[in-house]
């Protein structure tokens, strides 16, 4: 049997060891708290799952749905951007519903990418971008992303050539792993970066509901011409705790839409509808749930930062998304600490360098653990001396 090259060039899959020591300590009996995983632990709200019950017994929503997803569904999102972000869209052409931002973010490259075509994709980052750019035989060029320039790419630094060949530029924020948010004056700026090289935007938003302290993170399409250059990704799955019905949408440029529209429905047959109707309810349902699961995720993020500090593990506490990004001891690397972690306390986290070279020398936690979890865990930590490494 021969595989495509695309497989053998995918990452071996970065947990492995991690993955094994936690099998092996679970199977011993032992309790393992997982920071590691982005995935809301909070139930999906009630209201939401009534009426996806109340879809499902409608047999006209048991056939195929349409690529491009409900006409009222498309009106739903068109309406909750212009609520929230004061964008207006064409439900028509520049709205895509997603079996989850992920298969949209991952199908896109198909869009803009052929073999030899660069995208410029953010360092560290959610490893799909540069895995979709390769399968579509393009190359990743990285932007790190540093903590001195607050976690956002420093567009000036890209040399001119490679902006000029670049197809995409992939942004995420607020951001995961880091935690970082961009405000509009960033947005504004890549605009004019887009515009200046024909770049296309593609922005994943998926955490612009995940917000603290009253922050509210922007779209990118709230930048004056964002829409002749982007598209923004964006998803239910966070802000509404509904990662397993897997729905999301794109939004934005009507070409850029109407493209991946044409890719996704060469490959996929839309959302289940009564997934597309709980998604309806959860956009133009009561929105109390957001503010409710931010009140629960800010008290963990605040404890969780203060006992990471009295460890001495620098970290600032995030405006948005559900990670808290702390810097790895002196001496160790990502991967080191986070398996003496998992040695000494049975804590899990997910080393920096899982998102790239340049995520080295960090950890991300994931405040998606319940409270009872979290402060187990905290108690684990609690007067810990790191054992000093050479
Ligand atoms: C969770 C996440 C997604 C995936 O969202 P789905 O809609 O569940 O596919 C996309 N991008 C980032 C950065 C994420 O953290």
Redesign the pocket.
């Given at each position: 049997m021969r595989f495509a090259q695309r497989i053998q060039k995918l990452q071996p899959y970065l947990f492995v060891e991690i993955s094994r020591k936690i099998a092996e300590k679970r199977a011993r009996g032992e309790d393992v708290i997982t920071f590691a995983i982005?995935d809301p632990d909070l139930p999906t709200p009630p209201h939401i799952l009534q009426r996806l019950w109340q879809a499902s017994q409608n047999p006209a929503n048991h056939r195929y749905p349409e690529s491009e997803g409900l006409p009222t569904f498309r009106r739903a999102i068109a309406q909750w951007y212009e609520g929230r972000f004061g964008v207006k869209l064409d439900p028509n052409k520049e709205v895509l519903p997603l079996i989850?931002?992920?298969?949209g973010?991952g199908h896109v490259a198909l869009c803009f990418i052929d073999p030899g075509d660069i995208a410029l994709v953010p360092d560290p980052g959610?490893p799909v971008y540069a895995v979709g750019t390769m399968f579509a035989g393009g190359e990743p060029y990285v932007l790190p992303l540093l903590e001195e320039n607050h976690w956002l790419p420093d567009l000036d630094a890209i040399p001119p050539q490679v902006a000029r060949d670049a197809r995409v530029l992939w942004l995420?924020y607020p951001n995961?792993p880091t935690g970082a948010v961009a405000g509009l004056d960033f947005f504004e700026r890549v605009v004019a970066f887009a515009k200046r090289y024909d770049v296309a935007v593609l922005h994943?938003a998926?955490y612009s509901e995940v917000a603290y302290d009253g922050y509210r993170p922007a779209s990118f399409l709230q930048a004056p011409g964002a829409k002749e250059v982007g598209m923004e990704f964006h998803?239910l799955?966070?802000s509404y705790n509904m990662?397993g019905w897997r729905v999301?949408m794109a939004v934005g440029n009507a070409d850029m839409v109407n493209a991946l529209m044409r890719v996704k429905s060469n490959l996929d047959s839309g959302i289940p509808q009564a997934i597309q109707e709980a998604a309806i309810e959860a956009l133009t349902g009561p929105q109390d749930c957001i503010q409710e699961h931010n009140a629960i995720y800010q008290r963990r993020r605040d404890r969780l930062v203060a006992a990471l500090t009295r460890l001495g593990l620098r970290c600032v506490p995030p405006r948005a998304s559900l990670y808290v990004w702390a810097r790895a001891p002196q001496g160790y690397t990502s991967a080191q600490f986070a398996t003496m972690l998992l040695e000494e306390k049975s804590i899990v986290v997910t080393p920096g360098s899982g998102y790239g070279q340049h995520g080295e020398g960090y950890i991300r936690l994931s405040l998606t653990l319940s409270d009872a979890d979290l402060e187990r865990g905290l108690a684990r930590l609690e007067g810990w001396k790191i054992p000093p490494r050479q």
């Open positions: 982005g989850g931002a992920k298969e973010i959610y995420n995961n994943d998926p998803s799955s966070k990662t999301g």
